[in-house]
């Protein structure tokens, strides 16, 4: 299962506890895999992982044989998760592309609803131009 994530790539994916740990995460970095020695310079593991326990199945109960990966959101901030509380079957690599639309017979005004619907939709880095 370690092989799941690769570092450097980015994933969507879902927790195997959401009302401890949440469910949807998106646009995540893998930054770093590591071990529990490592993991806990980010997060307090010992009390997650108890916390865990009697809510994911087949957990290992010694945390020690967990292996932790370094996760970065869109936004810079980082957390850390063992791979054993993610469910495997959600995990989605996301793969970045660029997208040319061209519309046809169109006016200055729509360039600003185009403008407006792109932002509100979450795009911020794009390039509208006339032709």
Not at 15 to 44: F, H
Not at 58 to 65: A, H, M, T, V
Not at 83 to 105: A, G, K, Q, S
Request: net charge negative.
């Amino acid at each position: 299962m370690a092989d799941t994530f690769s570092i450097n790539k980015v994933y969507n994916f879902n927790t195997l506890a959401p009302s401890i740990l949440g469910n949807d995460y998106q646009t995540m970095k893998v930054k770093a895999m590591m071990s529990s020695n490592e993991a806990i310079k980010y997060r307090d593991i010992y009390t997650l992982h108890n916390n865990l326990l009697p809510v994911i199945t087949g957990l290992p109960q010694n945390l020690e044989d967990c292996v932790y990966i370094l996760f970065e959101n869109k936004d810079g901030v980082e957390m850390v998760l063992a791979l054993e509380y993610i469910d495997p079957f959600t995990v989605v690599e996301v793969v970045t592309t660029n997208i040319r639309i061209e519309i046809f017979d169109t006016n200055t005004e729509d360039i600003s609803v185009l403008r407006s619907r792109l932002l509100e939709l979450g795009y911020n880095d794009f390039k509208i131009s006339t032709f």
